[in-house]
């Protein structure tokens, strides 16, 4: 069964440094996307980054990156520079198969990350 | 551009009233739309999808129900709320066929059963 983990519930980070949340994956499909969503306190979920599984190159998207390991099937994502507008939930998410009209999401339990000044 | 609307933003009910959540799309056709639900601290549940009008898929047993009466109109209800139907429910959608395309959320419900 296909199967998203963060194992961290919560991450501190001192402003203006990098830090790194972390997700692993389980699939049997050779096919897979994975997306990175950011969730502030005040609920609407913010979509920050896609990596496809065929793709060679790890995704960026401004000030953040995924390094994504596929054969430690790990996607995880990296903020640099950590502003305090970064604090928030951060959930990792596996589209499941390929083609077909779904594109279904599983997500992960979250890491709260909380940028210190 | 596409937008996604969903109310009411808060929602206080008594246990054993009906419900009704409301989620349209403007800016794009033939979405896929979601229903999904998020206890307090926790991951996202996929309730329902939809790959078109009338066309719903259940992914768990629940108290609760969906419809899609249009293209880009997504209903959550339900005959009888229970308390454990509280929680955050948050509506998306995304482009069919397309499976490197993100889902894009509203801004969620509040549902709160008394």
């Known amino acids: 069964a296909q199967k998203i983990t963060q194992t961290q519930p919560g991450m501190f980070v001192q402003e203006k440094e990098a830090v790194t949340l972390d997700c692993t994956y389980d699939?049997?499909?050779?096919?897979?996307?994975l997306f990175w969503y950011k969730q502030p306190s005040s609920g609407e979920m913010i979509f920050l980054i896609y990596?496809?599984?065929?793709?060679?190159q790890n995704a960026t998207e401004g000030r953040y990156s995924l390094n994504f390991q596929k054969a430690r099937k790990s996607a995880n994502l990296v903020i640099s520079a950590s502003q305090l507008g970064d604090s928030a939930m951060y959930f990792c998410?596996?589209?499941?198969?390929?083609?077909?009209?779904?594109?279904?999401?599983?997500f992960g339990t979250g890491t709260l990350l909380a940028v210190q000044p | 551009s596409q937008t996604i609307h969903q109310w009411p933003a808060t929602l206080v009910q008594p246990v054993g009233s009906p419900l009704s959540l409301e989620c349209t799309v403007e800016?794009?056709?033939?979405?896929?739309l979601y229903w999904y639900r998020q206890a307090a601290g926790r991951g996202l549940q996929l309730l329902f999808y939809?790959?078109?009008?009338?066309?719903i898929s259940s992914e768990v047993p629940q108290n609760l129900s969906a419809s899609r009466p249009q293209d880009r109109q997504f209903i959550l209800s339900s005959k009888k709320l229970l308390l454990s139907d509280s929680g955050f429910y948050l509506c998306?959608?995304?482009?069919?066929?397309?499976?490197?395309?993100?889902?894009?959320f509203g801004d969620g419900t509040r549902l709160s059963i008394l």
């Open positions: 998306a959608w995304s482009v069919q066929e397309e499976v490197n395309q993100p889902q894009h």
């Open positions: 699939t049997s499909d050779p096919s897979y996307g």
């Open positions: 990596q496809g599984s065929y793709d060679q």
């Open positions: 998410a596996m589209r499941e198969g390929y083609g077909g009209a779904t594109n279904k999401l599983i």
């Open positions: 800016g794009t056709s033939n979405p896929n």
């Open positions: 939809s790959v078109g009008i009338g066309q």
